[in-house]
């Protein structure tokens, strides 16, 4: 089974000023989760964006001169670069930061599908609770999070899907593997929106489309993420050891309310990961793939369809059932988690071009459209109308006393998979089999000998000297079970290495 | 976009009632949502009460 994860940037508004700072409201967003003062321990090392899977280093991004005006703008602040970023790890072993002006919350990594909805619906409740205090300070519910990628008007933000991949799987098999997969999972994956946008240029009210993202994909392939974003992004940066591992890094995904959308969106992209391995996946080539996530989502009403390089045509429920198709021949049986995907992935295909109604609750942007066509008939409105627009944010709003997608959860009308006992154990701790518990159990035990943090690595003060706890090729379940459990009990956590140091020289 | 340029639109559903999906693994699965309609009047009273003009002030920075 392979580790994946997902990192969200959320959106924050404060309307009790003119004008927000994003940069101190981020910011002190995330102060506000700390009941002590921020200090620095986060190691930058290892995160180099600049570097692109397909071997080579670029001299810089796309973003870098919007970057540098921000800079200068920001420099007059009293805060340092690390002040301003305020990054945390959490007894769950996520991150949570300011990342560009958002509150980024990043799941630890996850072994299965039930322990990442668990850890994502526990980012929506840290970052919540992190407003509530934030407005208790401000003496009012001036802070709003939404859990979405636009702002209507040009600006995204994302909600990046992270996977685990071997280095051994050459990256063009990726990218063709993961292209037409990745143009057509937004008919499962979208979270809807209503108008069409592009990057930093005019919003146009009215249509309603399938996706949040789509509108903003400009290149097929890309090491960029802020601008010229990628249906692929390149980013080779592995947090792993880089000689055995990739880090598939998407970030064309939406970010998404419905457990069911998120279970099928990270659990069909493992399933098209194991057919890659296995040289299994369909030999699908678009024609011209950029161009066919827009008109796909576009497409409410899944008719589209696109020209791949050989002359054909298929539509997106087209592409997605050859991908299903060759999954269950190929992963059938493979386990439980798998069989389960499979079956719900054949399934929502065909309720899809059969009967959409039975997907309101499971996918969001059926939820979204479901919930804006009924206000239209109510209020005798058209798509035109720029309340479709505002209705369309708050459904992303992640507070339950306001949003609406987490109103029909109230209501028990949607498909959950998370109990609420689950969640507030996810915002505790981590998975169990994953480095990402290992890491949250040593914030939770150690978090005052911690030195620096980071994906791969734990370094720990104690005496004259530091103590490292690498865990770039930590990903045997077993493993990190019992590496867990030495960190649990030690009196220290330089006993802790030496334990852990001694159990690894035995096995070897 | 003019809602007379809008394509031909499916009728959305009014009725939500995913069926129950199979569990995700054994000692508890997904639980199926609670029959019938939404609660109409207080999901509408919410949808309501937000500002029109909402989406119109929402300003972001550009992220990743």
Redo the contacts between chains.
Sequence with gaps: MRLFGIETEYGITRDDVPEMDPVVESMELVRAHLAASFERRWDYAGEDPREDARGFRVSGLQQDREEDEFAKADAHRPFSFHDMKSDLVLPNGARFYNDHTHPEYSTPECRTIRDLLAQDRAGERIVLRAAQRRNQMLGGGHVKLYKNNTDFHGHSYGCHDNYLVSRAVPFPALVAGLVPFLVSRQVIAGAGKVGTEAQESGYVPGRYQLSQRADFMEAELGVDTMHNRPILNTRDEPHADRRKYRRLHLIIGDANMCEYATALKVGTTRLVLDLIERGAAPEIELDQPVAAVKQLSRDPDLKAVVRLKNGRRLSALELQESYCEAARRELAGSDEESDWLLAEWGDVLHLLARDRSQLVGKLDWVTKQWLLETFMREERIGWDDPWLASLDLEYHNVDPEQGLYLGLEADKKVWRVTTDDAIEDAVRNGPRDTRGGLRGVCVQRFSDQIKSIQWERIQFSGGLCTHNLDMGDLFNSEDVRGCIDIFQHAHSPVDALATWSHRKDMET | ???S??????E????????S?????EG???????SGS???D???K???K???????R???????
């Design positions: 976009m003019k809602h340029m809008m394509p031909e639109r499916r959305g559903p009014v009725d939500p009632m995913p069926k999906p199979r569990p995700l693994e508890g699965g997904p639980r199926r949502p609670e939404p609660d109409k207080n999901l509408m919410r949808m309501r937000v500002d029109p003009k909402q989406a119109e929402y300003r972001q920075r550009t992220g990743e």
